[in-house]
Nanobody, 124 residues
Framework: LQLVESGGGLVQPGGSLRLSCAASGETLGSYAIGWFRQAPGKEREGVSCISSAGGSTNYADSVKGRFTISRDNDKNTVYLQMNSLKPEDTAVYYC??????????????????WGQGTQVTVSS
C-alpha cells in the first residue's frame, strides 16, 4: 500500500484547504485512515481518523468544528477539509493507514503505512 498526500500550501488565517490522501497498490477500503501532523520542534500528533467503512470519525480537540475527514473508497482516497485555519495549524500533514477497521487516533505502531507528507502553512 502506497499513500500520497496532496493539497497543502500557503493560506491566510481563516482560509481553507482540502488535503487528499490517494492510495495505490491495494484497496483502501480495508484500512482505517488517519491524518497526523508535525510542526517544527513538536511531536507528530493525531488530527483526525476515520474507520475503514467511514462510519466512525474522531478529531483532536484543537480541530473539532473546523476540520472534516471523509473517504471515497471507490476513488481510493481520503480527504481532510480544513476550514477556519489558524497559524497554529501550520505543520507537515501526513496520512497513515492501519490494517484494522478502526484505530485510536494517536501515534502507535498500528499506523503502519505512511505518506510522504504535505506542508500546510497558515500565515498572513
Amino acid at each position: 500500500l502506497q499513500l500520497v498526500e496532496s493539497g497543502g500550501g500557503l493560506v491566510q488565517p481563516g482560509g481553507s484547504l482540502r488535503l487528499s490522501c490517494a492510495a495505490s497498490g491495494e484497496t483502501l477500503g480495508s484500512y482505517a485512515i488517519g491524518w497526523f501532523r508535525q510542526a517544527p520542534g513538536k511531536e507528530r500528533e493525531g488530527v483526525s481518523c476515520i474507520s475503514s467503512a467511514g462510519g466512525s470519525t474522531n478529531y483532536a480537540d484543537s480541530v473539532k468544528g473546523r476540520f472534516t475527514i471523509s473517504r471515497d473508497n471507490d476513488k481510493n482516497t481520503v480527504y481532510l477539509q480544513m476550514n477556519s485555519l489558524k497559524p497554529e495549524d501550520t505543520a507537515v500533514y501526513y496520512c497513515a493507514a492501519a490494517a484494522t477497521v478502526q484505530a485510536m487516533c494517536v501515534m502507535n505502531p498500528v499506523w503502519f503505512y505512511w505518506g510522504q507528507g504535505t506542508q500546510v502553512t497558515v500565515s498572513s
